[in-house]
């Protein structure tokens, strides 16, 4: 078990989000758990989770950002092609305004979520590649704009780049590589994702790098008709 710290958990009701707040205060950390809007319906926050709100476009982050020993931001846009036409700049704006407020704090450990589909497109089931790829394309130049902007700060960071996300139960059981995920593998689940991005808040490995995470899953998780599936939904 690692020592205590206090974490501040960026997007916390997202699906990877809320693996990473469940984990972390599993493992014995202190949560501050930030969402743009709390659901009305959002559960209870539970003991060592505090829920806190803040727009990362819009808002001062200093307040959300003092007294806590890392940032672990989970954060993702919508899916939906409106939004993946005309994205927020979650990952611009978003990510110069996170860095300026941790800066600030001295605040130096941050771990977010990028993408393997940020350096490749080889990568999955032809559908997926001439379907989903196209379709992120604004995303994923955000992303590469985020991992510039990390470049060229002073934070201990780290970018992981999963590949496309699952949400199945954690194994602990993934591989992890430098940049891109092998070519033979397309999926991460969220949990498992969750699970190392804890791993590298916990142990300061992978610093200033962009580790690629991913599993093999079963044909019926990693086929063109799963792939459609989760697109359409």
């Given at each position: 078990?690692a020592?205590?710290?206090t ?8 699906v990877?989000g809320?693996?990473v707040v ?10 501050r ?9 959002a ?7 505090e829920r806190?709100t ?5 808002d ?13 931001s989970?954060?993702g ?6 939004t993946?036409?005309?994205p927020?700049?979650l ?5 110069r ?27 999955g ?7 989903a ?8 130049d ?18 992981v ?68 599936k989760?697109?359409?939904?």
């Amino acid at each position: 078990m690692a020592d205590p710290r206090t974490i501040l958990v960026l997007g916390a009701h997202g699906v990877t989000g809320q693996e990473v707040v469940t984990q972390a205060v599993a493992r014995g950390h202190r949560v501050r758990a930030a969402e743009m809007k709390w659901p009305d319906d959002a559960p209870p926050a539970g003991p060592n989770v505090e829920r806190v709100t803040a727009n990362v476009i819009e808002d001062d982050l200093g307040p959300i950002v003092e007294g806590v020993n890392a940032v672990i931001s989970g954060l993702g846009v919508p899916g939906d092609p409106a939004t993946l036409l005309d994205p927020p700049p979650l990952y611009t704006t978003g990510t110069r305004n996170l860095i300026d407020a941790m800066e600030a704090r001295g605040v130096s450990r941050l771990v977010t979520i990028s993408a393997s589909f940020v350096v490749t497109h080889d990568r999955g089931p032809m559908l997926f590649r001439t379907t989903a790829i196209p379709a992120l394309t604004r995303v994923l130049d955000q992303m590469r704009d985020m991992e510039e902007m990390l470049r060229l700060s002073g934070l201990d960071w780290t970018a992981v780049r999963p590949g496309w996300l699952l949400p199945e139960p954690l194994t602990g059981d993934y591989v992890v590589v430098p940049d891109v995920i092998p070519e033979d593998l397309i999926r991460t689940r969220h949990a498992d994702l969750a699970h190392f991005m804890l791993h590298c808040v916990e142990t300061g490995e992978w610093s200033r790098a962009t580790p690629a995470i991913a599993r093999p899953e079963a044909e019926d998780l990693s086929s063109s008709f799963e792939v459609v599936k989760e697109m359409l939904a």
